[in-house]
């Protein structure tokens, strides 16, 4: 709850160590522990009655449950379970007596490795800092901004090691507490099962919070061994969870709470119209058509928007159906102009150089021995839950309930536009019903803000599936072309990867940081490299000679990042790519690919596996066997994942009826929710390789409904076998991964059934 519970960063803030340790009174007992507090930040979480608090992630009841911190959205991927599980191993907790709690917007929990990783997004013109945490500009920007946004799988590289401590120190004061009592040395207790034990005594966390918060911690956390992770046997794939999702209940039974549940007395709902795409403005619609709807209250008026908001929310979409709000739109977005554009930067446009080695592009030949060109549309984001935001203003603050993946970011946006203070806007988080990174973006929040301000009431606003698919902002589109020279025995001497494309993360660094207008936003973007954009672009197969070129082009179209981020598209030009140079080299896939990985034994590994649990028979024509692999993250943390995608013949024609992945992710510290992430991946790379392409005409896309993306259906779903191998490597999450690697396995696989080769994406339809 960020509008009185956060703090506002201060280099003037000083308190003793002695004040931090001095309690909120009984029963209250909110006590920080100094080694594992900033020392500049007020404290993000206050304690309930009958409960102590321990530093910015950790309470205990008098009952013994022990309440964790989340700073980062639920949307799916488990981490209201992963955090809560690494503190709980730590602590040595009773899993049944562990909750969860969304934890306020703060300094406290910024999200360095992220930062570090968007330097390019945030602040282009310090690129050159992007991967040193230790900066602190990167620092000061994290903690300044309270910026502990949700992406790119860092959640535990961001928060596993702060967790670990502040519940090392917990712990090793709870075993300070019982000592005293039993008049024993506290490094003789050990802390098990929300128990502390020492010989044959016992006492519960519960009965000791109070006194520990008393203690001391030791100035270095007491860390338990790294090995508190799944391994062994519960890698197994029908091995049971011992940490099951703590989430998992309240999903079942309907309670748990998505922006869509959210219902406060008096509230009106909202529906709303947004201008076809091109920078749009609200000229004509006729008022008096609405007032025979029963519920109707009122309408409120934008340059781009125009809301209607009623007594319940299909009473308010009849409202604007009825009114038929008219937009005059300058330039708007057309699929064939894209295409032009798109085409006309490939061929002749000018390039950024991001990457090159060795002589570079100068090593290929006028006609090297493979080139190829490549067409990717745009691409839905195609979350269950549409764009939804609640808005209450009241005694001067804006009360906001949204699921945000940038939530200080979006806090800074709805105070702009209300003229507020960001301390007077009160973030309460709710799960998102799927994002994808859609939620990074947060103008239906601003929207839902402005609404409620207008109608003197609280508003929730929900998008309708045609909104979300007009103003959802899509993945990028692209074209490519892979060019590449070989030897006579098939090895790879020069390599180039031209991709022409819109400076995506640019505008988006634009629109969330800076409050861009997504077409101030592009225009700023104008020319600009996007080095986020190429990330994968760098094949894991060794050559002498590399080059990876950006060509930015201008299209009308807003974009925004998607699951998988770069290296889903640029793993599907390279994996599909390497498939053609084998078969040009008359060379089986596996084997190819395994020459060419000379420096990567983790990823041979992967492939290794996977074709021997998979019972791969050499990718034969009319096989319908694909296969793919992918190597994601930086050296610190690195994923490896290789497919085999199998095709069958369906009701509705060819479709994949295997998925076989092998998966080296490091430690896993929960085998279950990997494999769901895992899992998820593959099915959502499914949609984007063989659903609908989005088109445009008069800046209106052609899909409006889940129905007509052609997504994969429950009855359609292949086989996904995931084997996780052992690894004592950082954790990478695996999010990601299995969306990259499924796009071109089921395009490879494609291929071997069919004989045609498919270098579009969704396969079936290019942009033109």
Known sequence: MDGELTDKPSRKFSVSRRQLLVGGGIGAGLLLAWNFWPRDHAAPLAGNEGETGFGAWLRIGEDGIVTVAVPQLEMGQGVTTLLPQVAALELGADWRMVAVEPAPTSAAYANFPLATRWVPIWRPTLAALAGDESDMVVRNFAEGERFAATADGTTLAAYETPLREAAASARAMLCMAAAERWDVSWEACRAEGGLVLHEDKALGFGELAVEASGFDPPRVPPLLPVSAADTGEALEPDALPATPRLDAPAKVSGSYPFAGDIRLDGMAHASIRHGPVGDAELTRFDPAKGHNVPGYLGLVKAKRWLAAYATNWWAAE????????????????????????????????????????????????????????????????????????????????????????????????VAAQLGLAVEDVIHYPVAAGGSFDRRLDHDHAVEAALIAREAGRPVQL?????????????????????????GADGQILAWKTRIAMPATNRELGRRVFDRFTPWAAMEAAEGE?????????????????????????????????????????????????????????????????????????????????????????????????????????????????????????????????????????????????????????????????????????????????LGAMRLPTLARQPEILIELIESDAEPFDPGELSVGVTLPATANALFAATGTRLRTLPLFAGIS
């Open 318 to 413: 009849q409202v604007l159906r009825n009114i038929a709000p008219g937009f005059d739109t300058p330039e708007p977005v057309e699929t064939a102009a894209m295409a032009e554009a798109l085409d006309a930067g490939l061929r002749r446009g000018e390039a950024h150089e991001i990457v090159a080695s060795g002589e570079g592009e100068a090593a290929l030949p006028d006609r090297p021995t493979l080139a190829l060109r490549y067409d990717l549309s745009p691409a839905p984001h195609a979350t269950l839950e549409t764009a939804t935001a609640t808005a209450r203003l009241r005694d001067g603050l804006c009360e906001i309930w949204v699921a945000s993946q940038a939530p200080e970011q979006m806090r800074q946006a």
């Open 462 to 486: 929900r998008w309708s599936r045609w909104q979300e698919c007009l103003a959802g902002w899509p993945r990028a589109p692209m074209a490519a072309v892979l060019a590449a020279q070989t």
């Open 529 to 705: 490299e996007d080095v986020l954009a190429m990330e994968g672009a760098v094949p894991p197969y060794a050559t002498q000679n590399l080059v990876v070129q950006h060509v930015p082009v201008r299209i009308a179209l807003p974009t925004a990042r998607q699951r998988g981020n770069a290296p889903a598209y640029t793993a599907f030009l390279t994996e599909t790519f390497i498939d053609e140079l084998a078969r040009q080299a008359n060379r089986e896939p596996l084997g190819y690919r395994i020459q060419q990985l000379g420096g990567e034994p983790r990823l041979v590994e992967c492939l290794e596996r996977v074709t021997r649990s998979s019972g791969w028979g050499g990718g034969l024509p009319t096989s319908g066997e694909g296969l793919a692999c992918l190597r994601m993250g930086r050296a610190d943390r690195t994923g490896r994942i290789a497919c085999v995608a199998r095709t069958r013949q369906g009701e509705q024609g060819l479709e994949i009826g295997e998925v076989h992945l092998a998966v080296d992710i490091g430690r896993i510290p929960n085998a279950e929710i990997a494999r769901q992430q895992l899992e998820g991946g593959v099915v959502f790379a499914l949609g984007l390789a063989t659903g609908s392409a989005l088109t445009y005409a008069g800046g209106l896309p052609d899909l409006g409904t």
